[in-house]
């Protein structure tokens, strides 16, 4: 075979695999249960530029008004709040500033019952002096105390997979997470039955999906559950894999994260690349590599009722022309936003894309747009 040949059918073959589809039942067969909803929401590190770092630690219920008036502009009906030394409220100012940027969240009439926090539950089974030293409780109970329902971990700095580790070696590691993943389930029940959310990633062990859910067996889905950020599991797993995964685990998914996914095949080497890209909103169905009505549908089959989360992490052009990528926390005295590179309106208009697609799509995967806040 020549290699233009090659390429070509490598090329096709991509394609083909990124489109195909699940058989789903009809619409009469399958029809969204009563109460199942949709509701679009924002990660607030994509909105850390509505003031500066400083700013935000000065007047915590302002903050949340812009951060509300920002996500409600960029047409979404909730804010999933950063908790974190590097987000909107520092663990140290949780009690008073956590209360006061919610309720300036609320006031613009977004929603906002979940967090994001940087708890990463060891692999070792005899530690437990990570829930002091990353402040669980300190957390925990003001967030449930102040109508917090879930929130995201695993954002950054939890176990993975050592190379150089096999079998029964990977059971041992999961058998030790799913032990402190008991004492943080443990801890969510004693204050009001909160919902942690395990963030899918290629750095950590959930990228599979499957092995956060071994790690989970036992314990309440109510308690402990998958954030499942299919750019993250279908770029490992493209095809019908991610489809299989969603399938087998909906039980333990309590909350999605959402971006697009294109790929390309070097035309030298004929590998495959997958990355980011801007959705194209009110119309067209994507990159490609994810089938988005595919994906609704399941949710839609599967029972899942909770926020769409959106990750923006792909690039788009600044002021300069030259393409700039929007996975950063920008706060407002960042050189981009300093020099008028980028702008809040530019910020609000691309992400006006990314809830525009959610809705679009999640309605051609049969949610009625009612369903959709």
Not at 39 to 44: C, G, H, I
Not at 197 to 216: E, L, Q
Request: proline content about 5%.
């Amino acid at each position: 075979m020549e290699r233009r040949d090659f390429l070509t059918g490598a090329t096709a073959a991509a394609a083909a695999l990124a489109a195909k589809e699940l058989v789903l039942p009809t619409a009469a067969q399958a029809q969204p249960a009563p109460g199942q909803r949709l509701v679009t929401q924002l990660w607030s590190r994509h909105l850390q530029w509505v003031g500066t770092q400083a700013q935000q630690v000065a007047d915590p219920y302002g903050t949340g008004v812009k951060v509300g008036e920002a996500a409600r502009a960029a047409g979404y009906a909730a804010v999933d709040l950063t908790v974190r030394n590097d987000g909107h409220v520092h663990p140290a100012n949780v009690a008073t500033h956590l209360p006061a940027m919610l309720s300036g969240i609320r006031s613009t009439g977004a929603l906002c019952d979940h967090i994001g926090v940087n708890f990463a539950p060891p692999a070792d089974p005899a530690n437990t002096a990570w829930i002091a030293s990353q402040s669980v409780h300190q957390i925990l109970s003001v967030a449930g105390a102040h109508g917090i329902r879930k929130y995201r971990f695993n954002n950054s700095g939890a176990v993975g997979f050592g190379s150089n580790t096999f079998g029964a070696q990977i059971t041992t590691l999961l058998d030790g997470v799913r032990l402190n993943h008991r004492r943080l389930a443990a801890i969510n029940a004693q204050y009001g039955g909160l919902c942690g959310v395990a963030h899918t990633h290629a750095s950590n062990i959930g990228v599979t999906v499957y092995d956060y859910a071994y790690a989970m067996q036992g314990i309440s889905p109510q308690l402990i559950g998958i954030n499942l950020a299919i750019g993250h599991t279908a770029t490992a797993a493209p095809g019908t894999m991610w489809q299989l995964e969603m399938r087998r685990n909906m039980p333990h998914i309590q909350c999605v994260a959402v971006e697009d996914l294109a790929a390309t095949v070097d035309p030298e080497t004929g590998a495959l690349s997958i990355g980011r890209v801007q959705p194209p909103g009110a119309t067209g169905t994507g990159g490609g590599v994810i089938n988005w009505a595919t994906f609704y549908s399941l949710l839609r089959l599967g029972g899942y009722s909770g926020a769409v989360e959106s990750q923006i992490e792909y690039r788009i052009a600044g002021a300069d022309g030259n393409p700039v990528s929007l996975n950063s926390a920008f706060f407002a005295d960042h050189a981009q936003f300093a020099s008028g590179n980028l702008t809040p309106a530019m910020m609000i208009a691309a992400m006006r894309k990314d809830s525009d697609f959610i809705r679009q799509r999640a309605v051609a995967g049969g949610w009625s747009p009612d369903q959709v806040l």
